[in-house]
């Protein structure tokens, strides 16, 4: 299934239409309205640094909501997928992304590599490491996964100027273990070296880390080799757990 994009000045995808996203969308807003908590909600949106307003629901309450939303609903296809997704980003609150964010990675064998521009969307709309570090390590790399195919979407990524699109292109081989392919790991970090964003710079530090679980001596080497080109942060994050 195929999913068209339209005019930069409009909506990049048109909404499919889905009866299961129907029904969980309302049930959804439902559910988690009336849990919502104004005077939790402005202290996590300040946590969050103002991405977007908050519903005010913790994670478990919130897990446990969801729990309810979902009850006696079907297995969905991907254009259900698609669907949900859309609606929950199109609403303000942050924890009805979260719910899409979780209801992706529960699916993601539903998902084909046409969802990849999906997912871009997702990361690129109200963009922060809440939901784009999950987006990166659970959906996209799924996708990828699934497809080698898209390793060459990736290699635009981690060229792109946005700054998430780098970040998920960085880790989305987080949770591959020994499946990781090395050398695009290593290009990767090499290519956004020179960045001075936090947020790129902890993410070079952060898959080196979690590689360093199944190959510590080749991030050890990589680091020594390379440590004029990374910054303090990315070299002291890819050690944390292996020591210099």
């Not at 969801?66 to 609903?73: C, E, F, G, H």
């Not at 700054?163 to 050398?183: C, E, M």
């Not at 991030?219 to 070299?235: G, I, N, T, Y």
Request: hydrophobic fraction near 45%; include cysteine.
């Amino acid at each position: 299934m195929g999913f068209t994009a339209s005019g930069p000045s409009g909506p990049p995808f048109a909404m499919p239409d889905s009866a299961l996203a129907d029904l969980l969308t309302e049930r959804l807003t439902a559910v988690y309205g009336s849990a919502a908590d104004p005077v939790r909600a402005a202290s996590m949106r300040a946590y969050m640094k103002d991405v977007a307003p908050f519903l005010g629901i913790a994670t478990p309450r919130r897990r446990a909501l969801s729990r309810t939303v979902l009850r006696d609903t079907g297995r969905p296809g991907e254009q259900d997928c698609v669907a949900l997704a859309l609606r929950c980003w199109a609403l303000p609150e942050r924890e009805y992304h979260y719910f899409a964010v979780d209801y992706l990675r529960r699916h993601v064998q539903r998902l084909s590599s046409d969802f990849l521009p999906v997912a871009r969307h997702l990361i690129a709309t109200v963009s922060w490491w809440d939901t784009v570090d999950a987006l990166a390590a659970h959906v996209v790399g799924g996708l990828v996964a699934a497809d080698p195919g898209l390793r060459t979407a990736m290699d635009r990524w981690i060229e792109d100027g946005d700054l998430w699109i780098a970040r998920t292109a960085l880790l989305h081989q987080l949770r591959y273990g020994p499946d990781t392919d090395t050398d695009r790991l290593f290009a990767y970090c090499l290519r956004r070296s020179g960045d001075t964003g936090f947020f790129i710079r902890k993410a070079i530090g952060w898959c080196l880390r979690e590689y360093a679980k199944t190959d510590p001596r080749a991030v050890r080497e990589f680091v020594a080799a390379r440590r004029e080109d990374l910054a303090p942060l990315s070299a002291r994050e890819a050690l944390k757990n292996i020591g210099a």
